[in-house]
């Protein structure tokens, strides 16, 4: 997609369908290659970073690794949720909307738990806009979309986490009301 391409206005969120598929591969695709020169010891070089199995998980299909565990276990990994920000109205369909960046949240609700207290946690996994065009506005509008969905479906707390080379979305989170809850270490062995 071409910077001019897209217009300023007339821009909304959606959930994402299996028609965004090839769109939502693209931009994750970017955001792969960006992690990987910044980490390559941590992010594998690979040309395919978003098996279309795993983009059916990110439309809300259950997944469950947690062994089957006993009845009523709450499953060890999350469900997600992917919404697409494109021009056109809400609701267009994928084939008449051009994606142009993604929104991946997962619920982490606690329940249950005999440390932590129960809480109805939504997490950003990942933002993404098409690199041709930030600095227009969607991730901002990605993000509060969002924390006005979270509220909606009952959620307590946005979280999320950021890479410590990636001071632009630190940044750009903390300029939201996003602040630090915990600081994650590591050590070369």
């Given at each position: ?11 909304s ?24 020169a ?8 690979i ?17 469950r ?8 276990a ?79 479906l ?36």
């Amino acid at each position: 997609m071409s910077a001019g391409a897209f217009p300023a206005r007339g821009v909304s969120v959606r959930p994402a369908a299996t028609g965004d598929y090839e769109e939502v591969r693209r931009l994750k695709n970017q955001i792969h290659a960006m992690h990987v020169a910044a980490r390559p010891d941590f992010f594998k070089p690979i040309a395919e970073a978003l098996p279309f199995g795993l983009f059916e998980r990110w439309l809300g299909a259950p997944d469950r690794r947690d062994g089957g565990g006993p009845p009523g276990a709450v499953p060890a990994v999350p469900r997600y949720s992917l919404y697409v920000a494109g021009a056109g109205p809400p609701g267009a369909p994928a084939a008449t909307s051009a994606v142009a960046g993604y929104l991946l949240l997962a619920d982490a609700t606690l329940a249950d738990d005999p440390v932590y207290a129960d809480r109805r946690r939504w997490v950003l996994e990942e933002l993404c806009v098409d690199e041709s065009l930030r600095g227009r506005g969607l991730g901002g509008l990605l993000f509060g979309f969002a924390g006005e969905e979270g509220r909606r479906l009952g959620y307590v707390s946005l979280e999320l986490s950021v890479w410590a080379w990636n001071g632009a979305a630190e940044r750009f989170y903390r300029s939201r009301g996003m602040v630090p809850r915990t600081t994650r270490l590591e050590k070369a062995l």
